[in-house]
């Protein structure tokens, strides 16, 4: 009887499991990489919210900074006015979602003050599983971060102001 040419089940079992041994060992990297990158994105977006928060002060100061991030954006092609003033992207003015992050900011006036003349602006992971810490600047343009783990919404001005500046 001549031989069969093939691999035996045994054979085919154990490349199977050595293929699932080293997925076992590089899908937990791949997603803590992943997370870095959103975090890093996060952090990046932030500071082009700053910059278009100040611009848009220095633009329309008789109005001062925006309640809220839509104004920041605007939808291709963009004409620049208070409503629209196409200084960020249309998916980060919306705030709904930006490499597992949400986004939203809040333009206020302080007492006496004509105009909304400060703003705090946050960063929260969608899950623990697309960020590892929420952010948060104000006007002073410094981004705020919570320590690793805490992934809650960071609830306001003064609760902002009282986390550690990001290192550069």
Do not use: W
């Not at 006015?81 to 992207?89: G, K, P, R, V």
């Not at 709904?96 to 206020?108: C, I, Q």
């Amino acid at each position: 009887m001549p031989k069969q040419k093939g691999f035996s089940l045994i054979e085919l079992l154990i490349v199977v499991a050595i293929i699932l041994v080293i997925a076992a060992i590089a899908i937990p990297n791949l997603m803590r990489a992943r997370m870095a990158a959103n975090d890093s994105s996060a952090a990046g977006s932030m500071h082009a919210i700053n910059v278009a928060e100040v611009a848009y002060f220095g633009t329309y100061e008789n109005i001062g900074f925006p309640v809220t991030l839509a104004p920041l954006g605007g939808a291709d092609p963009c004409a620049a006015n208070t409503a629209t003033a196409c200084l960020i992207d249309q998916s980060l003015a919306g705030g709904a979602g930006k490499s597992g992050y949400s986004f939203a900011a809040a333009g206020s006036a302080s007492a006496g003050s004509p105009n909304n003349n400060r703003f705090y602006a946050t960063a929260t992971p969608l899950s623990n599983l697309t960020g590892t810490r929420a952010y948060c600047s104000t006007e002073d343009m410094v981004v705020r971060l919570q320590p690793a783990g805490n992934t809650t919404l960071i609830g306001g001005y003064a609760p902002c102001l009282a986390l550690t500046a990001m290192n550069n």
